[in-house]
């Protein structure tokens, strides 16, 4: 169930659903997904689900992940990244395989040391994370060339927007009922938001626990 040939199929399904970007798809087969989840659920690691990992949290269905990198990337190569929500790292990890630089917060801290510990067997290197509250950002390590978000705000943060720089690109989900997924790029003139597809995220909460 956790073979490079149940990997496989999962790449190919992404590719089905119109995912083009051959090196989102590279990482994320690269990424061993199973590591990421409880051991009861390894055998649905690689179904195209969203999947509970402790805490009230979940990891992303893996379409969605490619979907965001995907935009994000743009076709081009990501330089230093800020990831808003780490979870399990799993997204982390594949942020690693394609970005020069990625740094990832997360609030609730025995969710930040397992990934930790993961990332570490991994010899994940160019993951810097760190335990505090993603609603402000990190604008001590910023700006950012890009910024992605692993939960749903209510509205997009003037923080947040600040702290990526001119030509960056922000992929974040926003709303609270209704949650769509929304492309902010800052130009020259300002930031341009593009709202794109509907789903579902755990809400973007403030606080460390």
């Known amino acids: 169930m956790t073979s490079a040939r149940t990997r496989g199929r999962l790449i190919?399904?992404?590719?089905?659903?119109?995912?083009r970007d051959e090196a989102v798809l590279a990482a994320m087969s690269s990424v061993p997904r199973h590591l990421f989840v409880d051991e009861a659920l390894a055998g649905r690691a690689y179904d195209d689900v969203a999947l509970p990992i402790n805490y009230g949290q979940t990891i992303s269905q893996p379409y969605i992940v490619a979907r965001m990198l995907e935009v994000l990337r743009n076709g081009k190569p990501l330089?230093?990244?800020?990831?808003?929500?780490?979870g399990c790292g799993y997204q982390a990890a594949v942020l690693a395989q394609l970005a020069k630089e990625v740094y990832s917060v997360?609030?609730?801290q025995p969710l930040l040391e397992r990934a930790r510990k993961l990332l570490r067997e991994l010899k994940v290197r160019n993951v810097i994370l760190r335990y505090a509250d993603g609603t402000s950002g990190l604008a001590e390590a910023g700006p950012f060339d890009a910024i992605i978000m692993a939960c749903a705000a209510p509205a997009l943060s003037v923080?947040?927007?600040?702290?990526?720089?001119?030509?960056g690109r922000m992929v974040v989900p926003l709303g609270s009922s209704e949650q769509f997924l929304y492309l902010i790029e800052r130009t020259e003139q300002g930031f341009r938001e593009t709202r794109l597809d509907a789903v579902k995220f755990v809400p973007l909460l403030a606080g460390k626990v």
């Open 106 to 108: 997360e609030r609730i």
């Open 79 to 86: 330089g230093r990244v800020l990831e808003i929500g780490t």
């Open 12 to 19: 190919e399904r992404l590719r089905a659903q119109g995912i």
């Open 159 to 167: 923080v947040l927007k600040e702290q990526l720089v001119i030509g």
